[in-house]
């Protein structure tokens, strides 16, 4: 009966807050604390259930997970046999009582009035696609400024962007798209999880919230944050090389490859002719803008406001970034193709790990 009328609308809506864990003892317990605190404040704690999926973790994770607990807060710890993220991610298949699934990292937390800005956009629109600002957990002296800047839904000005550290999803949204693919193992679920719904011709307008704000461990230096968009540049060109056509994918490379020589011609003509390096230079920089002109203004319009941690200099590193991610798509492009189109359409359930008695 109960069913029948959440499918009806005479129910409110209830959500399963799913944090997945793998070796984050050090910041597990903060971030419960930090959920069940934000779900008290909600008025409405009785319409959560914050689980923990520990991934067989080596270290004292599933002991922090397991004797955590948050009255009224329902809450409860599960363990899994170790698999990829994205599998870890589909343990909402072990419930069936939930109308949205919202999925946080272990090792960041969330805002206070995250839980109600929730509640509140639910209740107002019923979106299926939900998604919110993710903030710099510790407050350092170092660049975590550009972690800041870059993992901000709303610069993209794009409804099929997600940052999994804050997301959350309608239960007829991921029944619909049979839950998260199994393509990469440490990043890109997410991505893969849209491509594969908008394959399927499912809706996958990304409805973005300012005020639903969570939190993540950054690491505070450069190196890591280039590194990941070499990396992200080499999953990107796997996946465009099995869905768009040839033509496309040629102009595609064209494009990255101009692109890349612009910077590079740029560089080596600095002692030759500053005006043909500055030249070269700004026709490099103008292929970036011309393709993506709303992300390059919000970036900077973000970097100049005093509200963030980021720097003009965190904005450049931003700008490098296109150049690194070049690099790796094309890295990709010239390999062997790992991933086939039958992975998109995957999706498995976690196994439950056995538990010591």
């Not at 499918?7 to 399963?16: A, D, F, K, V, W």
């Not at 922090?64 to 807060?73: D, E, G, Q, T």
């Not at 990396?231 to 099995?242: A, C, F």
């Amino acid at each position: 009966m109960k069913e029948i009328e959440r499918l009806q609308g005479n129910l409110p809506s209830t959500i399963l807050v799913m944090v997945c864990a793998y070796n984050e003892e050090k910041y597990l317990l903060s971030c419960l604390e930090s959920i069940a605190s934000s779900v008290r404040l909600s008025g409405a704690p009785h319409r959560f259930r914050i689980v923990c999926v520990d991934n067989s973790s080596t270290d004292n994770t599933w002991d922090v997970a397991h004797n955590f607990s948050a009255p009224p807060v329902r809450y409860e710890a599960i363990k899994i046999q170790h698999s990829p993220l994205c599998v870890s991610r589909n343990s909402y298949k072990f419930y069936s009582d939930f109308d949205y699934v919202a999925y946080l990292d272990a090792d960041g937390g969330v805002d206070l009035r995250w839980a109600k800005s929730l509640l509140d956009t639910i209740d107002s629109t019923k979106p299926d696609i939900i998604s919110g600002p993710v903030l710099n957990l510790l407050k350092t002296d170092n660049q975590s400024g550009l972690w800041e800047v870059f993992y901000d839904s709303s610069i993209y000005g794009s409804d099929d962007y997600l940052i999994g550290a804050n997301m959350c999803f309608s239960s007829v949204f991921l029944h619909s798209a049979d839950g998260f693919p199994q393509v990469f193992e440490p990043r890109g679920d997410e991505t893969c999880l849209l491509l594969k719904a908008k394959l399927l011709g499912l809706d996958v307008n990304v409805n973005y919230h300012k005020n639903i704000i969570a939190y993540n461990h950054f690491p505070d230096g450069k190196k890591d944050f280039l590194k990941e968009q070499f990396y992200d540049g080499i999953r990107s060109s796997q996946i465009v090389r099995l869905w768009t056509k040839h033509n496309v994918n040629f102009l595609n490379v064209s494009f990255r490859l101009v692109r890349l020589l612009g910077l590079l011609s740029s560089l080596i003509l600095v002692p030759i002719s500053c005006l043909g390096a500055v030249s070269c230079f700004l026709v490099s920089i103008c292929l970036i803008f011309l393709r993506h002109p709303h992300f390059i203004i919000r970036v900077f319009k973000k970097v100049i406001q005093r509200s963030n941690a980021a720097s003009l200099i965190d904005g450049l590193a931003v700008l490098l970034s296109f150049y690194v991610f070049d690099l790796g798509f094309l890295k990709g492009f010239l390999s062997k193709n790992p991933v086939s189109k039958e992975f998109i359409f995957t999706s498995s359930c976690p196994n439950r790990a056995m538990l010591d008695d």
